[in-house]
DNA sequence: CCTCCCAAGAGTCACGTTTCTGCATGATCA
DNA sequence: TGATCATGCAGAAACGTGACTCTTGGGAGG
């Protein structure tokens, strides 16, 4: 007859709370949560009758109780830097999608869910949500958003190497570099003379360390860089630079693109000049849509595996939030795949170059 | 000299407490909760004074406290209808990007983050993050997700209007069977005698809406229908299911493909069969991506303008959220777009009939 | 017979907020 | 001058869990 029993009342409006599931059992709160959280000693009579009438109330355990008893929430920022007010950009849309879409399934498999958290953010939207760890995709030199969540003490991981000091707990990347000069060797191999490079105006890593890569392996093999930059957020400037490219006095025979819809503007310019893909033009873009796949001709490209790259995020995040010290480096590096197709082949291939891939699963 | 100052020593470990900042002050706990949330009343001069002290100590407000407190998250779930094991489909991708990138900057921008939630997730991971409502797009007749979510109480909206008697706080959705006519009506005005419908065999909303209004549509200009099905989910049926439409006896004049690969799958079988686009077959897909706009030829598309719906689902549902009862009905139609481009007309348009767009804002 | 120990569960505190109520102090007004 | 009132703030009660610490009863060992 405390004043207790009578306060709380039918725990407030509807939603069952762990009281009421250890009054109608006949035992103590503690008991209700070893039973159901499978801790402490009780014998597997009592475990059964509690999880029963647990079920039979509809009781579901506050999260928001239990993040602030535990510190742990179960959440994941996933932070996307933003161009203008739209969360991630045109070129980056199909890695993007198929990237978080790797995230999501990782972190839901250990139990985590995500949260869409762009980089520019309200502050009070950052400080509203508790996150045991952030994913952060192409983090700016001196971000932020980073520092501040560092210094909270929350593991960050990148994808992408971090540019500058910028102190996040472990990092996934390609090998930008190395990718490029695969891909260059590939076009020379099927015949280029003069490699045409579509790039970026802006400064992030990946543009950086793609063009830098460009630049040294014209300079090895005595070639002269034709390259044409553009903005790469703004979806209509692509088609121009593309244009310019071909109609420039030393026109390349062989173009690589390094964002996803150059493939298509380059193609589309091509036509327009009268050049024929391969005869007269040889064609490589970085992308991850499968559009490429059946375009006239269809198109060589470059894969980044964002698939594996969202897995391998989420995995270091996850091990990081849970102490768990594996033997994973905390550097990770994940190849790249050239999906060689017609537009960069001077003759039909003899055999599938790349094998024929069922729904890929990585 | 209580034993509680001493056991809170310094506050646990870093992170500052809003009682660090109470003492560090000089005023009471009410105090400092007042003066940063802007309640109560307090002279500009206190309030100053609290709000910097908390700057300089870097406090942050739990949020797990004060969702525990508040009973609000700021949390908003996206739920997304799954096959297999991977959240969201092949062909809804630029859809569900372009919808969820809408959804997310129309959430941040009253204050809400969105949490990834693909319907299939392991349900302890679902009672594991507190939302204040959800978004689903395409729930499945009487989903058992929904039907768990509203029995606790929270508000549901659904993209896509809810099969059966599913009781969701409402949706939004467009017209399909308007759209599909209307389309159909085009296509004939451009010269077609007998269309032909690409579509699928699974039974979600989409697919039976559109079908059933193109049977409708041949019923009332009595021309025979001509179509093929596959199961969309399936990257690679698509491809198989375009060439047998143009192989048929009764092969169609013009196409209209329910999914986004169908136009370039279409166009290969065209290819293939020697069929130009559009003077032998006419061309039209279901489809939010921009390579339509730059393929040989360019493709007409349907957009169901994803941005809009993914805009308008999360007005209302922060409406039902905050209780707002603004005069907006609880289901919205969207009205569709026709991206009318080369693939559809027979002789090129002397005007454009689709104004130019920039960038595209909605 | 006394003691010790272990199973099985009860009590209670703390997590970090928000918010309701309450208590002074000075100003206002009849 | 005493009653009323607004102002400026402090105290304390929740919110619903999880995790310690205690209590109780009974069986085994000395």
Redesign the interface.
């Known amino acids: 007859m405390s004043r207790t029993d009578t306060s709380r009342r039918g725990s407030r409006q509807?939603?069952a709370g762990i009281r009421d599931v250890a009054a109608a059992a006949g035992v103590s709160i503690t008991t209700v949560s070893d039973a159901l959280n499978g801790k402490g000693r009780l014998p597997d009579a009592t475990r059964r009758h509690v999880r029963e009438v647990a079920e039979r109330l509809?009781y579901?355990?506050?999260?928001?109780?239990?993040?602030?008893r535990t510190g742990k929430?179960?959440?994941i920022g996933l932070t996307v830097t933003t161009y203008g007010?739209?969360?991630?950009t045109?070129t980056e849309?199909?890695y993007?999608?198929e990237m978080?879409?790797a995230a999501?399934?990782a972190a839901?498999a250990r139990?985590?869910?995500?949260?869409?958290?762009?980089a520019t953010?309200?502050h009070?939207?950052w400080?509203?949500?508790?996150l045991d760890g952030t994913v952060v995709i192409d983090p700016s030199d001196h971000d932020p958003v980073v520092t501040e969540l560092v210094?909270?003490?929350l593991p960050v991981v990148s994808d992408g190497r971090p540019a500058g000091t910028l102190p996040v707990t472990a990092w996934v990347d390609n090998d930008h570099e190395a990718a490029v000069l695969d891909l260059l060797d590939h076009l020379a191999a099927a015949g280029a003379r003069r490699i045409g490079l579509l790039t970026g105006t802006t400064t992030d890593t990946y543009t950086r360390l793609s063009t830098t890569a460009y630049l040294r392996w014209c300079e090895r093999v005595g070639q002269d860089p034709v390259y044409e930059s553009y903005p790469a957020h703004?979806?209509?400037a692509g088609?121009v630079a593309a244009d310019r490219l071909l109609a420039r006095p030393d026109r390349p025979d062989a173009v690589y693109g390094l964002f996803d819809?150059n493939g298509?503007?380059l193609?589309?310019a091509a036509?327009r000049y009268g050049l024929r893909v391969p005869e007269d033009l040889l064609l490589v873009c970085c992308s991850e849509?499968?559009?490429y796949a059946?375009?006239?001709p269809p198109v060589t490209t470059l894969s980044l595996k964002p698939r594996r790259i969202g897995t391998a995020v989420v995995q270091l995040l996850i091990d990081a939030i849970e102490g768990i010290d594996t033997g994973r480096p905390v550097e990770q590096v994940i190849p790249t795949e050239l999906i060689v197709r017609t537009s960069s082949q001077r003759r039909p291939p003899r055999t599938t170059v790349s094998a024929p891939r069922s729904?890929a699963r990585d």
């Open positions: 509807g939603r509809g579901r355990p506050s999260a928001a109780a239990r993040t602030l929430s179960g959440l007010e739209e969360p991630f045109f849309f199909a993007f999608a978080a879409r999501t399934s839901l139990g985590y869910a995500l949260v869409i958290l762009p953010s309200r009070d939207v400080s509203n949500v508790a210094r909270q003490g703004d979806p209509c088609a819809p298509t503007d193609l589309a036509r849509s499968t559009v059946t375009t006239e729904p």
